[in-house]
């Protein structure tokens, strides 16, 4: 483990970042987070790509191509499987490139539909902080 400090951000600024650098034999995976407003922790930042996100109790993010017609097909997704979202937040590294998109969710998601978000897409995560 590595801890390193920098100069206090200005007024304004998300203050204190916590960054981690996950590494496994198969993966490596890099994420930011800060607490903003006092009290509102986010999710900053994604294996390079920049997004603001709340970190509430039960969150997924998914990696797609930047291409048309996710958010509308997500959204179907879920609402056949009546789970609500109640935060969506959409991110890229450019037009056409990677894709990040970062849920959360009044519910846990059910098992049917974990599977069907892992057949549609690059990459998904489902996480529960407790």
């Known amino acids: 483990m590595h ?11 998300a203050g204190s970042v916590l960054s981690l650098l996950l590494k496994s034999s198969t993966e490596e995976h890099t994420v930011k987070g800060a607490v903003l407003h006092g009290n509102a922790p986010r999710l900053l930042h994604v294996d ?5 996100a709340p970190l509430e109790r039960n969150l997924i993010y998914m990696r797609n191509s930047d291409v048309p017609g996710v958010i509308g097909k997500v959204g179907t997704l879920f609402g056949a499987a009546n ?3 109640a935060n969506m937040t959409v991110s890229r590294t450019r037009q056409g490139g990677q894709a990040l998109m970062a849920l959360s969710i009044d519910s846990p998601a059910p098992a049917d539909l974990v599977q069907q978000i892992h057949s549609e897409f690059d990459d998904a995560r489902f996480i529960s902080l407790e």
């Open 83 to 85: 789970v609500n979202i």
């Open 3 to 13: 801890e390193s400090h920098k100069a206090k951000a200005s007024a304004g600024g």
């Open 48 to 52: 390079g790509i920049d997004v603001e």
